[in-house]
T-cell receptor, first 113, second 112 residues
Framework: DVKVTQSSRYLVKRTGEKVFLECVQD?????MFWYRQDPGLGLRLIYF???????EKGDIPEGYSVSREKKERFSLILESASTNQTSMYLC????????????FGNGTRLTVT | KNQVEQSPQSLIILEGKNCTLQ??????????LRWYKQDTGRGPVSLTI?????NTKSNGRYTATLDADTKQSSLHITASQLSDSASYIC???????????FGKGTTLSVSS
């Protein structure tokens, strides 16, 4: 079974702090994704990566950056956290085939105060 | 505009009853349609994926249908159980790149 592990379930940070969210998958998947999920808005794509050291902007990349130095690890970075980045963050991975499902982690609930 | 609309927004049913969730989309060009189940506090889990040529797909008590002509899909849950209480998310994939268009989900509550 594919396992996507997010390093923290809950995180509380202060405005202006630099925040790192880590995600690791154990199935050698090419694709990795970061989403945020907010009530009434559904899931929105922040960034994704097709391969090591490759990254593509999603629908809402502003205020975020990512890093993929190893195939199994995809990090989301909030350079200077703001209160409007309080949200549930979901990492996902998938193999390269088009009709393959996404495998999600259980999310990190980030609160920025 | 590429959109996925789900209805109803929420639903309450008694244990043992059947229910049907709806998904309408305007995504083009279409590649596939996915249904995910998301338990509270967990990440979404894939239930089914259907391509253009498939009009029915089952996963246990879950049966998804797809009408690519009318751009509608439904998820039918048979003999509901308390564990079916969750949010059900419809996702449509475009042919270009990895663009996935997410619906806002239907929240299902199954009561005893």
């Amino acid at each position: 079974d594919v396992k996507v592990t997010q390093s923290s379930r809950y995180l509380v940070k202060r405005t202006g702090e630099k925040v790192f969210l880590e995600c690791v998958q154990d199935m050698d998947h090419e694709n990795m994704f970061w989403y945020r999920q907010d009530p009434g808005l559904g899931l929105r794509l922040i960034y994704f990566s097709y391969d090591v050291k490759m990254k593509e902007k999603g629908d809402i990349p502003e205020g975020y950056s990512v890093s993929r130095e190893k195939k199994e690890r995809f990090s989301l970075i909030l350079e200077s956290a703001s209160t409007n980045q309080t949200s549930m963050y979901l990492c996902a991975s998938s193999p390269g085939q088009r009709n393959s499902p996404l495998h999600f982690g259980n999310g990190t609930r980030l609160t920025v105060t | 505009k590429n959109q996925v609309e789900q209805s109803p927004q929420s639903l309450i049913i008694l244990e043992g009853k059947n229910c049907t969730l709806q998904c309408n989309y305007t995504v083009s060009p279409f590649s596939n349609l996915r249904w995910y189940k998301q338990d509270t506090g967990r990440g979404p889990v894939s239930l089914t994926i259907m391509t253009f040529s498939e009009n029915t797909k089952s996963n246990g008590r879950y049966t998804a249908t797809l009408d690519a002509d009318t751009k509608q899909s439904s998820l039918h849950i048979t003999a509901s159980q308390l564990s079916d209480s969750a949010s059900y998310i419809c996702v449509v994939s475009r042919q270009a790149g990895t663009a996935l268009i997410f619906g806002k989900g239907t929240t299902l509550s199954v009561s005893s």
